[in-house]
T-cell receptor, first 116, second 111 residues
Framework: DTEVTQTPKHLVMGMTNKKSLKCEQH?????MYWYKQKAKKPPELMFV???????INESVPSRFSPECPNSSLLNLHLHALQPEDSALYLC???????????????FGEGSRLTVL | DQQVKQNSPSLSVQEGRISILNCDYT??????FLWYKKYPAEGPTFLIS?????DKNEDGRFTVFLNKSAKHLSLHIVPSQPGDSAVYFC??????????FGQGTTLQVKP
């Protein structure tokens, strides 16, 4: 199983809503990532978890709140978002952070978020 | 401040010919460079990588060349096939777990 599964695939929410994006992998990977990709732009790193601890936060606004309940799951809690937060949110995982170098970073299909 | 740049948004080639995708970077601390391929409605998938201590890496139809003095790398696909049509992202990392992506180049291979 080399899959990273993201749910939901599509999410529409209002600026006052609270919602969550979920990511799951069963490859035994200990590093998990959230990336954000806007239209015609490259994916941009948001957060990295290593061994269930937050390792990197790329100065992401607090309206995005990551959570890693266990080594297989990664959530992104969303609250009071703005329309400009509409984007494709990609989850990824790797065996260890260092494995990113050799391309062993597996991406999910993404969750497309629209904020009205 | 874009540390990884792909200056060609799109490229169109004929099936069977060579596709050359280019990428420039500014950060000399990068120690690995990677190419990812992305189809619509899918996440990026890894294609090939190269260490900064090498100047070439080959995997089947895909070859990546690195010119450290010019801070430039390129991906050669030969022969190109219609199934290669996708967005190609160049990426770089410096052993921090952070992968910095370029803007992407959309490759169209015409039958």
């Amino acid at each position: 199983d080399t899959e990273v599964t993201q749910t939901p695939k599509h999410l529409v929410m209002g600026m006052t809503n609270k919602k969550s994006l979920k990511c799951e992998q069963h490859m035994g990977h200990r590093a998990m990532y959230w990336y954000k990709q806007k239209a015609k732009k490259p994916p941009e790193l948001m957060f990295v978890y290593s061994y269930e601890k937050l390792s990197i936060n790329e100065s992401v606004p607090s309206r995005f709140s990551p959570e890693c309940p266990n080594s297989s799951l990664l959530n992104l809690h969303l609250h009071a978002l703005q329309p400009e937060d509409s984007a494709l949110y990609l989850c990824a995982s790797s065996q260890e952070i260092s494995r990113v170098e050799t391309g062993e970073l597996f991406f999910g299909e993404g969750s497309r978020l629209t904020v009205l | 401040d874009q540390q990884v740049k792909q200056n060609s948004p799109s490229l169109s080639v004929q099936e069977g010919r060579i596709s050359i995708l280019n990428c420039d970077y500014t950060n000399s601390m990068f120690d690995y460079f990677l190419w990812y391929k992305k189809y619509p409605a899918e996440g990026p998938t890894f294609l090939i990588s190269i260490s900064s201590i090498k100047d070439k890496n080959e995997d089947g139809r895909f070859t990546v060349f690195l010119n450290k003095s010019a801070k430039h790398l390129s991906l050669h696909i030969v022969p190109s096939q219609p199934g290669d049509s996708a967005v190609y992202f160049c990426a770089a990392t410096s052993n921090t777990g952070k992968l910095i992506f370029g803007q992407g180049t959309t490759l169209q291979v015409k039958p």
